[in-house]
């Protein structure tokens, strides 16, 4: 079954400083990974997938993630945290078993300081 | 190409009474998927429909319940409203399933 956890509920950071937000998920069968963030009052958006291939995905917003499957682990990065990046991130994984389900973690609250 | 849409985005209902969201995918997109979003348990999973099926199904009650037409639209209704059926609504529209999800606003639902 899957499932996907992630570590911190909300992390804090100041302007300028690493962004990393953690992501670890179990699946029966080769996953899909997706980060997306959701800004208040909006829908999700799309910021990186794995799906084959490459284990270091690039994102949009500089965001970027890498897929450790000795792990079972997603996480997601970002070099240097700018104000307009705090935002709701959630990391969610894909199996294809007959149908289609996707399920999400409980979602990280990046909070970003001046 | 348009993005996905829902309506109504606000909704406003008493326990008991029944309720009909709609989803309309982005063009081209045949697969559509219902979440349900409240600060308590996150993001669940409702059900997914590709190409007026229905493929996959949550751990929610019956009183859920969706559809999806020819042109790919899609309707999710809930019945008996409970006032935990507040949430915030979520379709997403996919080209196949498996790949990304284009995330519609979303429609607000209260339950008073």
Redesign the interface.
């Known amino acids: 079954a899957q499932s996907v956890t992630q570590l911190g509920s909300h992390v804090s950071v100041s302007e300028g400083a690493l962004v990393l937000l953690r992501c670890n998920y179990s699946s029966s069968v080769p996953p899909?990974l997706?980060w997306?963030v959701q800004y208040p009052?909006?829908?999700?958006?799309?910021l990186l997938?794995y799906?084959t291939g490459a284990t270091l995905v690039k994102g949009i917003n500089g965001f970027e993630a890498e897929f450790k499957k000795s792990e079972t682990s997603f996480h997601l990065t970002k070099p240097s945290a700018h104000m307009s990046d705090a935002a709701e991130y959630?990391c969610a994984v894909?199996?294809?078993t007959?149908?289609?389900?996707?399920?999400?973690?409980?979602?990280t609250r990046l909070f970003v300081k001046a | 190409k348009a993005g996905?849409t829902q309506t109504p985005r606000y909704l406003i209902k008493t326990r008991g009474q029944q309720v009909t969201l709609s989803c309309s995918p982005i063009s081209g997109h045949r697969?559509v998927?219902w979440?349900q979003q409240t600060p308590g348990q996150?993001?669940q999973?409702l059900f997914?429909y590709?190409s007026e099926t229905q493929?996959?199904k949550?751990n929610f009650p019956g009183r859920f319940s969706g559809r999806q037409f020819s042109n790919s639209r899609s309707e999710m209704n809930v019945s008996t409203l409970e006032l935990g059926d507040s949430a915030l609504y979520?379709c997403?529209s996919?080209f196949q399933?498996?790949?990304?999800?284009?995330?519609?606003?979303?429609t607000r639902l209260t339950v008073l």
Do not use: H, M
């Open positions: 899909y997706f997306y009052n909006q829908g999700l958006q799309l997938k799906t959630f894909s199996e294809e007959g149908g289609f389900k996707t399920i999400f973690g409980a979602g | 996905v697969s998927s979440y996150g993001l999973f997914e590709f493929r996959n949550g979520l997403a996919s399933g498996y790949n990304e999800q284009f995330f519609g606003p979303g």
